[in-house]
């Protein structure tokens, strides 16, 4: 079984072999509705954009969509208050969580065609242009997301928070959507925000077209096959890494369904994995993502998902780097003030094989110093001097 890191009591573990890979600059972070959900910025998920749409555009559905969130809401076939089969048609797919064939429907039904400036797209932009302000996972991401100086993330939230973010942390931020952008490769040159379904406009840019509905996906995924080249090339250069997601959001149906496709042609495939919320109780989720190719990281989603915040903001707090250069020797410091015997201590050499895995012989000189500093067990040495001729033979 692959190494596991702790990064802190009461976290999940994080796969050495992720953590190191994107050290290297071969991650790819994919992201999706989660990261804008918590507070402040308090964007809908797919279902809630859904409902919101609805809300705007057709009042008459938005009570039993309502319903059909909460737990023992009624059945599709049961809402006699609806005004036509259309519309329990279209609830019958929201309760089978289709909501991009939702969404087609309700636009041809409404305004007939799929232009930017249908009725449905003018209320998905009033829903989603409603906050500006990021919170602790798109500050954690933009800062995870650096690959040689510049930041890479892949999006499909049309939101434009992970911008912000970058901008507020003086990141680069340069932004691209659809057609903008640039083809995978290991090159310098392979930077940015990249919005694979579409962005709105922000400040003096302009938007792109929004990948929304089935006639949408469709066409990107299937006709074009502009989402699914990408995903084919970035697949095999990086390891993607989804964050934001559920099992059955569209996005995740179609982003799978097109690296699955490849995996038949191509054995070189990154390894990829996904933060999973579920109840920690809950096996059946875990075994759902790995069937379909995906290693899955799994955390206690209760709190509003609060786990997956601290855990990026830890793990962005404590990798190496110049940025990070006070709260990493914070970090070590405390480590070595643990007993190498208790539970805390032995939690703490997961991190240290890590640390030392990626580090060259000055850090390594560096942390010895600090483990052998007053206070610190005599243990500590000798534990180091194992780790680091281990790594040695690795490498």
């Given at each position: 079984?692959?190494?596991?890191?702790?990064?802190?009591q009461g976290l999940p573990?994080?796969?050495?072999?992720?953590?190191?890979?994107?050290?290297?600059?071969?991650?790819?972070?994919?992201?999706?509705?989660?990261?804008?959900?918590?507070?402040?910025?308090?964007?809908?998920?797919?279902?809630?954009?859904?409902?919101?749409?609805?809300?705007?555009?057709?009042?008459?559905?938005?009570?039993?969509?309502?319903?059909?969130?909460?737990?023992?809401?009624?059945?599709?076939?049961?809402?006699?208050?609806?005004?036509?089969?259309?519309?329990?048609?279209?609830?019958?797919?929201?309760?089978?969580?289709?909501?991009d064939v939702v969404l087609?429907?309700?636009?041809?039904?409404?305004?007939?065609?799929?232009?930017?400036?249908?009725?449905?797209?003018?209320?998905?932009?009033?829903?989603?242009?409603?906050?500006?302000?990021?919170?602790?996972?798109?500050?954690?991401?933009?800062?995870?997301?650096?690959?040689?100086?510049?930041?890479?993330?892949?999006?499909?939230?049309?939101?434009?928070?992970?911008?912000?973010?970058?901008?507020?942390?003086?990141?680069?931020?340069?932004?691209?959507?659809?057609?903008?952008?640039?083809?995978?490769?290991?090159?310098?040159?392979?930077?940015?925000?990249?919005?694979?379904?579409?962005?709105?406009?922000?400040?003096?840019?302009?938007?792109?077209?929004?990948?929304?509905?089935?006639?949408?996906?469709?066409?990107?995924?299937?006709?074009?096959?502009?989402?699914?080249?990408?995903?084919?090339?970035?697949?095999?250069?990086?390891?993607?890494?989804?964050?934001?997601?559920?099992?059955?959001?569209?996005?995740?149906?179609?982003?799978?369904?097109?690296?699955?496709?490849?995996?038949?042609?191509?054995?070189?495939?990154?390894?990829?994995?996904?933060?999973?919320?579920?109840?920690?109780?809950?096996?059946?989720?875990?075994?759902?993502?790995?069937?379909?190719?995906?290693?899955?990281?799994?955390?206690?989603?209760?709190?509003?998902?609060?786990?997956?915040?601290?855990?990026?903001?830890?793990?962005?707090?404590?990798?190496?780097?110049?940025?990070?250069?006070?709260?990493?020797?914070?970090?070590?410091?405390?480590?070595?003030?643990?007993?190498?015997?208790?539970?805390?201590?032995?939690?703490?050499?997961?991190?240290?094989?890590?640390?030392?895995?990626?580090?060259?012989?000055?850090?390594?000189?560096?942390?010895?110093?600090?483990?052998?500093?007053?206070?610190?067990?005599?243990?500590?040495?000798?534990?180091?001097?194992?780790?680091?001729?281990?790594?040695?033979?690795?490498?």
């Amino acid at each position: 079984m692959a190494s596991e890191v702790h990064l802190s009591q009461g976290l999940p573990t994080l796969p050495q072999d992720l953590m190191l890979a994107r050290d290297r600059g071969e991650v790819l972070f994919v992201v999706g509705a989660g990261a804008s959900y918590p507070a402040p910025s308090n964007l809908p998920d797919f279902a809630g954009l859904v409902t919101d749409i609805y809300r705007s555009v057709d009042p008459a559905m938005s009570l039993a969509l309502d319903a059909a969130m909460t737990d023992g809401g009624p059945n599709w076939d049961d809402a006699a208050h609806l005004l036509s089969h259309q519309q329990r048609t279209e609830l019958k797919f929201f309760c089978q969580k289709e909501y991009d064939v939702v969404l087609g429907m309700l636009e041809r039904r409404i305004d007939g065609d799929a232009s930017r400036q249908s009725t449905v797209r003018r209320a998905a932009f009033e829903t989603l242009a409603g906050t500006v302000q990021t919170n602790p996972i798109h500050d954690a991401l933009v800062h995870l997301g650096q690959r040689f100086g510049q930041t890479l993330l892949a999006t499909t939230n049309f939101d434009r928070l992970l911008t912000e973010a970058a901008k507020s942390r003086g990141y680069s931020s340069d932004t691209y959507a659809l057609g903008e952008i640039p083809n995978p490769s290991r090159s310098l040159d392979f930077n940015g925000i990249l919005h694979i379904h579409g962005k709105l406009p922000w400040r003096r840019d302009k938007a792109s077209a929004l990948v929304l509905t089935d006639q949408d996906f469709g066409d990107f995924y299937l006709r074009r096959h502009a989402i699914t080249a990408f995903l084919y090339d970035a697949a095999r250069i990086f390891h993607l890494v989804l964050v934001g997601y559920s099992a059955n959001d569209s996005p995740v149906r179609y982003l799978l369904n097109a690296i699955a496709g490849d995996e038949r042609h191509f054995v070189d495939l990154k390894t990829r994995y996904a933060f999973v919320g579920c109840d920690p109780s809950d096996q059946r989720t875990s075994v759902e993502w790995q069937s379909r190719g995906i290693v899955p990281i799994t955390y206690d989603r209760a709190n509003g998902h609060r786990a997956l915040s601290d855990l990026l903001v830890r793990w962005a707090e404590i990798i190496p780097g110049k940025r990070n250069e006070r709260s990493l020797l914070a970090y070590l410091k405390n480590l070595a003030k643990l007993d190498p015997a208790s539970t805390d201590g032995t939690a703490a050499m997961s991190f240290l094989e890590y640390y030392i895995q990626r580090s060259n012989p000055t850090e390594q000189t560096d942390l010895a110093r600090i483990f052998a500093a007053r206070g610190s067990s005599p243990r500590w040495l000798g534990i180091l001097n194992q780790i680091i001729r281990e790594s040695t033979k690795a490498r």
